[in-house]
Structures are given as structure tokens and as C-alpha cells.
């Protein structure tokens, strides 16, 4: 069992709809989580941060976690067409390392 | 701020030659640098965690003869392919963190293709 899975999708929806996406994760010492968002051919940025379970807002994404399910969220209100991206969800291993999933491609369509 | 860069940005090189990659932090000091590839339509697998002044500690499966890593300074981490065959054609991604356990900025990647 992969450390972090992430269904790749892709997944399409029309602009202004709420996305959902979703990670689990296997190791229940995880305690940081993040969110990275990689447009192609790019490196990763970083979306969202978090530590623990809870709940992190800012503009339209929120992230959740849910370490009792181990299961990871990123939402995104009102998508646009510029959200179209891959993102990844990750976990920090004990070395500082990130564990990212396989990423889920993202299409807004106008 | 927290800037990263890499260079080349693509390279196309001919099997069986060797080909480096500059990893650079702009805007802070990075006492941790990461290397990953990145194969299409796959995540992003960690190969080496190098920290200055000393050796990478390479992940199970990556041959460090043929990965070669050096962080000779803290804003500097280049990695060579040695002798490379088609096989290491992938997107190469560098991170850097300015202290373990702090946060990984990256940079914007290397498409390297092995002719």
C-alpha cells in the first residue's frame, strides 16, 4: 500500500462549481499535510498547510483533515478556468521528506 | 521570496554522455535540498536529501554512481546523470528548505530527454 494515495482522475467540471478532492494516507505518525498545486511542465506550489486534523481556509480553498479516517480534502468554491491544474496532496515523512500522491488532473471549462 | 530556480530548464542529451543540473535558492539560505523525478502522469518520488557540506542519503532504488549530488554551498545543489540512457528521460524537480522540518520551495523543473 502506497503511503499517500490520490485517485489521478482527471476530473472536469464547469466554471463556478465546488471541487473536491480527496487523498487517504496509511501512516498514522503523519501529522503535517499539504496541498500543491503544479500547472504542466512546472514545479509544485504550495496551495494549503496543515497540521493535524481541522480544518485551514483561505479564499476559495479550504483544506480538511481528517486523521481519524486518515483522509485528506482540498475544496475549491467557485472554480475557474484558471484552477486547471494537476494538484497534489502530501504528507511530511519523518525525515522532512514530502510523500506526495499521484496528483489529480483539474479542468475547468469555461 | 523563497525562490527557486533550476538550470537548464530542458536539455536533450545523447545516451552514454553525462548531463548536470543546477539547483539554486535565490532569496534564502537552504540547508536541505531535495531531488525528485517525476515521470508522466506519475507523482513526484523523492530520489536524494542532500544537506551542505555533506554526503546525499539517496532513497531505496536510486544508484548514487549514477546520481550524483553535490551541495558544495548553501544556495547550490547540482545533480549529474552519469552515462545517461533513455530510461532517465523524466522531469527533474529540486526543492529546498531552509532548515529540516521547515517548508520545501520548488523549483521549476528539468525536462531531461535521452536520445
Known amino acids: 500500500q502506497k503511503e499517500v494515495e490520490q485517485d489521478p482522475g482527471p476530473l472536469s467540471v464547469p466554471e463556478g462549481a465546488i471541487v473536491s478532492l480527496n487523498c487517504t494516507y496509511s501512516?498514522?505518525?503523519?501529522?503535517?499535510f499539504m496541498w500543491y498545486r503544479q500547472y504542466s511542465r512546472k514545479g509544485p506550489e504550495l496551495l494549503m498547510y496543515?497540521?493535524?486534523?481541522g480544518n485551514k481556509e483561505d479564499g476559495r480553498f479550504t483544506a480538511q483533515v481528517d486523521k481519524s479516517s486518515k483522509y485528506i480534502s482540498l475544496f475549491i468554491r467557485d472554480s475557474q478556468p484558471s484552477d486547471s491544474a494537476t494538484y497534489l496532496c502530501a504528507s511530511r515523512g519523518s525525515q522532512g521528506n514530502l510523500i506526495f500522491g499521484k496528483g489529480t488532473k483539474l479542468s475547468v471549462k469555461p | 521570496g523563497a525562490v527557486v530556480s533550476q538550470h537548464p530548464s530542458w536539455v536533450i542529451c545523447k545516451s552514454g554522455t553525462s548531463v548536470k543540473i543546477e539547483c539554486r535558492s535565490l532569496?534564502?539560505?537552504?540547508?536541505?535540498m531535495f531531488w525528485y523525478r517525476q515521470f508522466p502522469k506519475q507523482s513526484l518520488m523523492l530520489m536524494a536529501t542532500s544537506n551542505e557540506g555533506s554526503k546525499a542519503t539517496y532513497e531505496q532504488g536510486v544508484e548514487k554512481d549514477k546520481f550524483l549530488i553535490n551541495h558544495a554551498s548553501l544556495t547550490l545543489s547540482t545533480l549529474t546523470v552519469t552515462s545517461a540512457h533513455p530510461e532517465d528521460s523524466s522531469f527533474y524537480i529540486c526543492s529546498a528548505s531552509p532548515g529540516t522540518g521547515d517548508e520545501q520551495y520548488f523549483g521549476p523543473g528539468t525536462r531531461l530527454t535521452v536520445t
Open positions: 532569496d534564502f539560505q537552504a540547508t536541505t
Open positions: 501512516n498514522s505518525a503523519f501529522q503535517y
Open positions: 496543515t497540521y493535524s486534523s
